[in-house]
Every structure is written in structure tokens, then in C-alpha cells.
């Protein structure tokens, strides 16, 4: 596999970036076709669920381009060796940079909080090559995926570490990194219950743990391409800071909250960037029971 992606990623840089793009789009129309049935009901569904449409035709189109842009993506990271000494920026749009810089002449840290929303590797990837001292924690993959993902990240200057290093977050921190954190997944029980899309379900709580812990600004960056302008738009959002009172427990729910309900208005606003194959509402189906049900016909 490792061996594969590195060829293909030759491949790729070798051709003229329409080519690049329009085999992105197979690519993504490829990946819709293998997704199992199942996991197309559940991402439409999901849809239906939060009331982004009551259309079962609709959610289907955005269940569709919600992964299908998978393939653009792909190309984006696989064109690291070809934008890593700043030809990226020809591709990005960057909006309100001034708040990381605020945070980073501050000197005293930052979370930077992101979603499975649009392309978040390159994300990653334009900050850390752009001087920010970002730390991104992710998920270890297994074997080949995650050395050829790590290399490209490096190529790009992304640090990276794995949800377990806690102790390597609170460090860093301390010395002023800006710490990556992706929020929007469903945590499991080391999430707190908080409102989203009107339901309560399992969210994550690092950023509001570390930015009460280490009285940093916790920054959401989001990033959406816009066929307009043929540019990503990676806009950085004003910060949000975390409660602080003698009650732990209540400040991580109200700042959680809060980052619950930026993510759910973003959403709103690009429903197709967002990442809906993912079983999102597990906890809130399994105590309230199977809420998320779709026709039968709609996702053949």
C-alpha cells in the first residue's frame, strides 16, 4: 500500500492539474459506488435526522457529495510534493489570520479546533506550513496508511501526535504550540452530553479540558472550497474562550456547548463538506431508540 500511494502520488504530480482534478472526481464517484448500503441509509438518514432537508431525494444528493469530494481531496495530499514549498498558496483563500496571530504573539498557546469539514489535512498542512506551531493530535491508522499519511504530513511540517500523548499536549501547550484537535466525532464515554442538532449526544471535551486548564483562546479554523473562485476557503473564526468557576464539570459542559453549536451552525451552512457517513448519533439512538430511518428506496 505504502508503495502504491507513493507511485500514484508521481503519478499525479506529473500531470496538468485539470487531469489532476478530473480523476479526483472518478476517483469519487468510485468511492460512492463501494459504499456498503447500509452506511449510505445511515449518512442519509442522518440528514433527514437533523432537519438539513425533509427532501429523502436531497439528502441523497448530499450524502452523495459529501463523499464524493473524498476524491478531490485525495489529490490534494497526494500533490504535497508538488505545493509543499508554498505553490499552495495558490490554492487557498486565507480569511482572518490576524486572530492565530493574535494567539501566536501572545505566545502563551492555542487550541485549534477543526471538523471532518471539507479538506482538514490540507488544513494542517497550509497552518503548519504557514509558521504556526501546530501539534495536530489524530488517530493512529494501521500499518502502510499511517507511515505514507505521517511522511506527506511532514512534507508539509505538520507535527504529529496521537491521542494518547496527553501529557505531550499539556507540554507543548505550555510552550506555546497551537494544539489540533478535531472535535465533531463521537467521542465514547470519554465525551460529555451536550445539545447537537437537538439531540444530546456524546462530544468531545479536549478543547474545553485543555483550554480551561491552560487559559488559552480555543480557535475554530474551517476550511470550504468554493467552485467560484476555484480556491479553498480557510477561514479562522474568532476565538472562544472556556468557562472558569470552582465548577469543573459545569464549565466543560457550557464551553462544550458552545463549540457543539459552532460546529452545528457551520454544518448548516455546508452540509456536503461535512463528514455524514460517520455514525454520528450512536449514544442518542441507543438510549432514545432508532430515530434515524430512511425509505428504503432512497439510497439504491
Given amino acids: 500500500m505504502y508503495r502504491f500511494m507513493k507511485l500514484l502520488s508521481a503519478f ?72 509543499k514549498d508554498g505553490d499552495y498558496l495558490d490554492m487557498i483563500e486565507f480569511i482572518n489570520r490576524e486572530y492565530l496571530d493574535d494567539a501566536l504573539a501572545d505566545g502563551k498557546g492555542a487550541i485549534v479546533a477543526a471538523m471532518h469539514s471539507g479538506n482538514w489535512e490540507l488544513l494542517g498542512g497550509v497552518l503548519a506550513s504557514e509558521g504556526y506551531p501546530l501539534i495536530s493530535v489524530a488517530m493512529k491508522q494501521k500499518g502502510d496508511a499511517d507511515k505514507f499519511i ?8 505538520q507535527h504529529v501526535t496521537y491521542k494518547t500523548g ?29 445539545p447537537f442538532f437537538g439531540y444530546e449526544t456524546l462530544t468531545a471535551v479536549g478543547p474545553a479540558v485543555l483550554g480551561r486548564m491552560q487559559d488559552v483562546p480555543i480557535i475554530f479554523v474551517t476550511m470550504h472550497y468554493s467552485p467560484y473562485s476555484g480556491k479553498h476557503e480557510l477561514v479562522v473564526h474568532p476565538p472562544i474562550y472556556a468557562e472558569k468557576t470552582d465548577d ?11 463549540l457543539s453549536e459552532f460546529m452545528e451552525d457551520y454544518i448548516r451552512r455546508y452540509p456536503e463538506d461535512w463528514f455524514w457517513l460517520h455514525n454520528r448519533w450512536k449514544w442518542t439512538r441507543c ?8 425509505p428504503p428506496d432512497v439510497y439504491h
Fill in 248 to 258: 469543573k464539570k459545569r464549565d466543560v459542559a457550557v464551553t462544550t456547548t458552545l
Fill in 166 to 194: 496527553v501529557r505531550e499536549m499539556v507540554r507543548e501547550l505550555k510552550n506555546g504550540a497551537f494544539l489540533g484537535l478535531i472535535m465533531d466525532q463521537d467521542p465514547g464515554d470519554d465525551g460529555v452530553l451536550v
Fill in 150 to 157: 505521517n511522511e506527506y504530513r511532514r512534507l508539509m511540517h
Fill in 287 to 294: 438510549y432514545y431508540g432508532d430515530k434515524i430511518e430512511t
Fill in 12 to 83: 499525479i504530480c506529473m500531470l496538468p492539474h485539470g487531469m489532476q482534478y478530473a480523476l479526483g472526481t472518478l476517483l469519487g464517484e468510485i468511492a460512492w459506488l463501494a459504499v456498503p448500503p447500509k452506511r449510505k441509509r445511515l449518512a442519509i438518514g442522518q440528514i433527514l435526522f437533523c432537519k438539513i432537508t425533509d427532501d429523502p431525494t436531497e439528502a441523497k444528493r448530499i450524502a452523495k457529495s459529501s463523499t464524493t469530494r473524498f476524491g478531490r481531496m485525495i489529490i490534494d495530499v497526494l500533490r504535497y510534493p508538488e505545493i
